[in-house]
């Protein structure tokens, strides 16, 4: 689906996004680099960024990628070094990077629970804090992808609920913090999402998709091409004055108080 947006919203920007080789990331880096954007892909495995970005060359956008594990702040502050000096600037970051599994907690370990917020609480703080240095300002923006788990209780799935709720409330408060800088922060807050990882784990039978679709006023899940283009606006200058919202992208479902509760297994 091409994007809703006339040609060349981003241009001249540079975005950095983590989680950028695989799933709603990938699109939300694919549609940034559609828009005229340079993009810098975060990833664990430089293999899975390479064949992302060799597809963001073919589509004829620019983008890199460069190896680093969110939870590693050195390591996360020297791709953001690396972006810099291949493209002069970051404008936008995109913090996506994110860890899920569905266990009941009393499941899963002291580490499993530590596993998912390192990766989704601490690397979104992480992200955001190392990159603070770089971004372009005034004008710079700073999206976090978290999820509806952040406000509303879904079982097996605590320790994801938690590390969202902390994303909502982290960037909010940085919104207030980097204002007077300039820097924008937003959390875009998905319900589910068709063809991604997460929904192979939490949904992965076509009766539970079904019924999880069923629960969406909406009657179905977002296509990752929807979240995507909600950050592509968050991202530009229409959004010049908006910080600190967290936009709910998710059909209706959180309205309903319908979730996968009903569904998944008790232990
Ligand atoms: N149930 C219970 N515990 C689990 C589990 C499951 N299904 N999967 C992993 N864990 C536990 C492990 O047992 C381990 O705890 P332990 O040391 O006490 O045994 C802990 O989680 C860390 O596991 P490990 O595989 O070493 O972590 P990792 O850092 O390599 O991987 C995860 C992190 C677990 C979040 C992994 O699922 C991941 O990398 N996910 C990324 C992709 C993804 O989740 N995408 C969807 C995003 S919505």
């Not at 975005?15 to 990833?43: D, H, M, N, P, Y």
């Not at 996506?96 to 596993?115: R, V």
């Not at 320790?159 to 959390?187: M, Q, S």
């Not at 939490?202 to 909600?230: C, H, M, Q, Y």
Request: aromatic share 6%; charged share 20%.
């Amino acid at each position: 689906m091409s994007s809703v947006f006339r040609d060349g919203l981003l241009n001249g920007k540079v975005a950095f996004v983590t989680g950028g080789g695989s799933g709603i990331c990938l699109r939300v880096a694919e549609r940034f680099a559609e828009q005229g954007a340079k993009v810098a892909l975060v990833g664990r495995t430089q293999e899975k960024l390479d064949g992302a970005v060799a597809g963001i060359h073919r589509a004829g956008g620019e983008a890199s990628g460069f190896a680093a594990d969110v939870r590693n702040y050195e390591a996360l502050a020297g791709a953001l070094q690396k972006t810099r000096e291949r493209y002069g600037a970051i404008d936008v970051v995109l913090c996506g990077a994110a860890g899920n599994f569905p266990a009941p907690a009393l499941g899963m370990s002291a580490n499993g629970f530590k596993a998912v917020i390192d990766i989704d609480l601490l690397g979104t703080f992480n992200t955001c804090r190392a990159a603070y240095e770089h971004l372009r300002k005034p004008g710079a923006s700073v999206i976090a992808i978290s999820a509806t788990h952040g406000f509303r209780p879904i079982p097996l799935q605590a320790h994801v609920c938690a590390g969202k709720a902390g994303i909502d409330i982290l960037i909010k408060t940085l919104a207030i913090e980097w204002g007077g800088a300039g820097v924008r922060l937003n959390v875009i807050s998905p319900g589910p999402v068709e063809d991604t990882e997460g929904m192979r784990r939490l949904a992965p039978t076509e009766e539970i998709r079904n019924k999880v679709a069923a629960s969406i006023p909406l009657g179905r899940f977002a296509s990752k091409d929807e979240i995507a283009d909600l950050a592509v606006f968050l991202s530009s200058d229409a959004a010049a004055y908006i910080t600190g919202g967290i936009f709910v992208c998710d059909g209706g479902q959180s309205l309903t108080g319908a979730s996968f509760a009903a569904l998944l297994q008790r232990p």
